[in-house]
């Protein structure tokens, strides 16, 4: 149950957006407490952390922590090695598309994007899936080894020249350049980038990619999968025989580690934080992070027995693919529909300064009633 409701907390955490609290913290440019906040329910622009980064590694993370159940339930059932890798191979394949599909709902041909979640996770899913069958020796080597390797990659990557365009690279003179070593992790002037550069431009185009506004890169799969290494390595700590307590301890000491581990990765110029490129310190101290949070889940859930609480979370953590579809799809139809039957000034009850909360609150409460309809009917969407 602490599984399925952390993996909730963060599916409606997502499709929340934030509640709209950075649109109304840039009407308070004077009040810390909003800049604060408004800081956290958006992604760091570049090298940093806010609140908002740790939802794709929380996810990824769990899908890892699922794998040891998976492949239990799966052999308990008396399916062979071959009939899961097939299944695995299937999964990713499918993960893959549906994020195609939903990058491309609202354009005129295929958008041939694979830095959304779906796609990150298909891409890694059945290396990692493999892995599962390994010794936990293996698995930590395979983790830091791919780190390592991808880390290594982008240093040995040139830097730009003194003269370089950045405008050409959607860079803006403004921006806050990274310096010294950490400049091989600069956005979209690093190793990634110029693969994507090459890569994407294989698949038809309405014009040729040159770079992403956002800095996200296809080969962002390569370090997220030791993210889902590390959620593996907790799935079957989770399910050996120690007792709670000691299971609970174990993820708190080695969220600790990731934290200052990453934390000190990124102090000494080694690499910085970038949760946009998914830099090694980024992937170690984030996996600090959703380790600590599912250190608390399993603590307050299973080991202290606090159960109730967790319904709403529940309900979607066993429902994530659809509700993380339907707030891709219907977010917009949601809003459009509340407002045609209702009123169009629905959203401004407490004024038209803070329409952006009441407009995203409802939209989420509308998606989790379907998700709650769909529960109470036993449907669940499963790849």
């Not at 310190?281 to 984030?286: D, E, K, N």
Request: with cysteine; charged share 15%.
């Amino acid at each position: 149950m602490s599984l399925d409701a952390y993996r909730g907390a963060i599916m409606l955490m997502m499709a929340s957006s934030g509640l709209g609290l950075a649109q109304v913290a840039r009407l308070h440019p004077d009040s810390s407490i909003w800049r604060f906040m408004g800081h956290q329910v958006e992604h760091a622009p570049w090298a940093g952390f806010a609140l908002w980064d740790i939802i794709q590694p929380a996810f990824m993370f769990m899908v890892g922590v699922a794998l040891p159940w998976s492949v239990a339930n799966r052999r308990a059932r008396g399916q062979s090695f071959r009939s899961m890798f097939a299944h695995a191979l299937w999964r990713a394949l499918v993960l893959v598309l549906l994020a195609v599909f939903l990058s491309s709902a609202w354009s005129r041909q295929t958008v041939w994007s694979f830095n959304n979640v779906l796609a990150q996770i298909g891409l890694g899913y059945v290396f990692v899936f493999l892995l599962a069958f390994t010794r936990p020796r293996t698995q930590w080597l395979a983790a830091f080894g791919i780190l390592f390797a991808y880390g290594l990659a982008f240093a040995l990557y040139p830097l730009p020249a003194v003269d370089f365009d950045w405008a050409s690279v959607g860079v803006p003179e403004d921006w806050n350049f990274l310096t010294g070593f950490a400049a091989h992790w600069e956005k979209n002037a690093n190793f990634a980038a110029a693969f994507d550069r090459w890569f994407l431009n294989l698949f038809p185009r309405e014009k040729p990619f040159i770079f992403s506004s956002g800095g996200y890169q296809t080969l962002n799969f390569i370090p997220s999968m030791a993210t889902m290494i590390f959620g593996l390595l907790a799935g079957e700590l989770l399910r050996s025989n120690l007792p709670i307590k000691r299971k609970v301890k174990h993820l708190v000491l080695f969220a600790v580690v990731g934290i200052i581990a990453g934390g000190i990765i990124a102090l000494v110029g080694l690499c910085p934080i970038v949760k946009r490129i998914w830099t090694p310190s980024w992937a170690i101290y984030s996996a600090g992070w959703v380790t600590l949070i599912l250190a608390a889940f399993v603590a307050i859930v299973e080991w202290r027995g606090w159960k109730r609480w967790t319904f709403p979370f529940v309900v979607v953590g066993l429902n994530p693919i659809a509700l993380y579809c339907m707030w891709q799809l219907m977010g917009g139809f949601i809003r459009e529909n509340v407002q045609r039957h209702i009123s169009r000034d629905v959203f401004d009850i407490f004024g038209e300064a803070y329409s952006p909360v009441m407009e995203r609150a409802v939209v989420l409460l509308v998606l989790w009633l379907v998700v709650l309809w769909m529960y109470r009917r036993k449907i669940f969407l499963r790849i």
